[in-house]
């Protein structure tokens, strides 16, 4: 049996994994500020879609240009820009003096944010040993689950202390008490300058680097994560055989018929998951909760307990995904998204002419926040940063992240409308709908990559 540095591998995954805290907090942070950033630049619905979707535009140009990154210049490397990216986006919207520079610094954190997806998922996986990939890349769903939590939290303790009757002068009343909204997206500072810093005591990964030609920096890293010289050995002959020769040519690769398979699938279940709903709910829940009767601070207290739950529900994920395997935790999993949007629906139906208690549609939202979090949201990452050859991975991961993030931008747009247009019971039967065709992809095409070495699904792929 082979012996493993597994604290090596849990610090490697946690520095790697902060950019993913960033991802949740860059991505959470927004559902507590639309409303004050709305009344402060009297912003009309499509507005405040552009406000709140326009990181989103910069997230699909990150991830157009990560797997081109990852593969030119190292996983390691990219993530610095990353950190840099997020750094920037943070400070530069606490002090922007209009709207269009607001929006040009969520566009940085934005293309951070994308950059951040592809490649820490990416880097964790190619770390990571297969008996525990599953949960060591799934620490990166929970430092995004993290975030969010991070970010609710900040929203509800920031406003209540601007509505305390503090006195502050300058800087400090306009981040804390007159325009809160700017410490609320300030505080990201803080965790992009330590990402930033943490990154440079880690290694590059070295299946890329074996992918370059480097042995003996690859071999230098295996040996901090396997103890016994023959499993090193045996490691750096596995990813030596699956990486050949070739080290140009990759977007010829994508078309070859096992490879572009496995391409169009993760493709799907990147794109069809986002309009299941998640995103609807961490971008829109305060006005969702206010439009079921709540008040502001209340609805706010609301999604901090959504952040709770989807953070914990995390982590149990993260113990038992190598246990029960990627597929049983989908089907379990969405079976119970689709029975809690349906009940949601029945609430914005019924619910007022009933009497039903809002405490009915806290319950079915946290039901629908822990059958995402312990299936989709936690199994997405992990199917994506390790069913693609190492030849094309980061452009593979590259294509399906930019569907997701189209499929993030467009939820981002259009709830909104849909809310109004079709109401909020139509809109969580539509999301409820969404839920048939990924189960069908995940069932009949997807294989079970548990335990499996990344080298043997590289192998399943090629062959097909």
């Known amino acids: 049996m082979k012996q493993y540095n597994f604290a090596y591998l849990i610090f490697l995954s946690v520095v790697a994994a902060i950019g993913g805290f960033l991802f949740g907090y860059d991505t959470a942070v927004i559902s507590g500020t639309t409303k004050m950033v709305a009344a402060q630049f009297n912003l009309d619905t499509i507005a405040v879609g552009w406000y709140v979707g326009c990181a989103l535009i910069g997230s699909i140009a990150g991830v157009l240009v990560a797997g081109y990154m990852g593969d030119t210049i190292g996983r390691k490397r990219s993530m610095i820009v990353s950190a840099l990216l ?4 943070a400070a530069g919207c606490a002090v922007s003096g209009t709207l269009n520079e607001l929006v040009a610094y ?3 954190g934005g293309v951070g944010i994308g950059i951040a997806s592809i490649i820490c998922p990416l880097y964790i996986s190619e770390l990571a040993v297969a008996q525990y990939r599953g949960r060591l890349v799934s620490c990166y769903q929970l430092a995004i689950t993290v975030g969010f939590l991070g970010a609710y939290l900040v929203n509800y303790g920031l406003l209540n202390y601007s509505l305390s009757g503090a006195e502050l002068s300058g800087w400090a009343d306009k981040l804390l008490v007159s325009e809160v ?11 992009a300058l330590l990402f930033f810093i943490v990154i440079f005591v880690i290694p590059e ?5 074996i992918l370059k030609g480097d042995l003996d920096h690859a071999r230098s890293t295996f040996k901090r994560v396997y103890l016994l010289p023959a499993d090193v050995d045996e490691q ?12 140009s040519g990759n ?3 994508l078309f070859t018929p096992g490879i572009f398979k496995a391409l169009v699938i993760g493709v799907a279940i990147a794109i069809l998951g986002q309009f299941m709903g998640v995103n609807a709910v961490l971008y829109y829940g305060p006005k969702i909760f206010e439009d079921s009767g709540l008040s502001g601070g209340d609805s706010l207290f609301y999604q901090v307990m959504i952040g709770l739950v989807n953070t914990l529900t995390t982590v149990l994920a993260l113990v038992i995904i190598d246990k029960v ?4 935790l989908v089907y379990w999993g969405v079976s119970g998204m689709i029975v809690s949007l349906l009940l949601i629906a029945f609430y914005f139906t019924f619910g007022v002419e009933m009497g039903i208690s809002s405490l009915f549609l806290l319950t079915f939202f946290l039901a629908y926040i822990f059958s995402c979090a312990i299936s989709i949201c936690a199994v997405v990452w992990v199917i994506l940063s390790e069913m693609y050859p190492v030849k094309v991975r980061g452009i593979a991961m590259s294509i399906a992240g930019l569907s997701l993030w189209i499929g993030t931008y467009l939820i981002g747009q259009l709830t909104p409308w ?13 999301f409820a709908a969404m839920c048939v065709p990924y189960m069908l992809i995940m069932w009949r095409l997807v294989p079970e990559t548990t335990g499996k070495s990344l080298e043997e699904i590289e192998k399943y792929w090629t062959k097909k």
């Open 86 to 89: 997020f750094t920037v986006s």
């Open 236 to 247: 750096v002959k596995a990813s030596r055989e699956v990486s050949g020769k070739e080290t």
């Open 418 to 430: 849909l809310l109004e247009t079709l109401t909020p019971a139509g809109t969580f039967l539509l």
């Open 181 to 191: 909204w700017r410490g609320m997206l300030g505080m990201e500072t803080f965790p």
């Open 325 to 328: 395997g990627r597929k049983q």
């Open 106 to 108: 969520r566009i940085i």
């Open 251 to 253: 977007w010829r690769l």
């Open 205 to 209: 990964s070295p299946r890329w680097q």
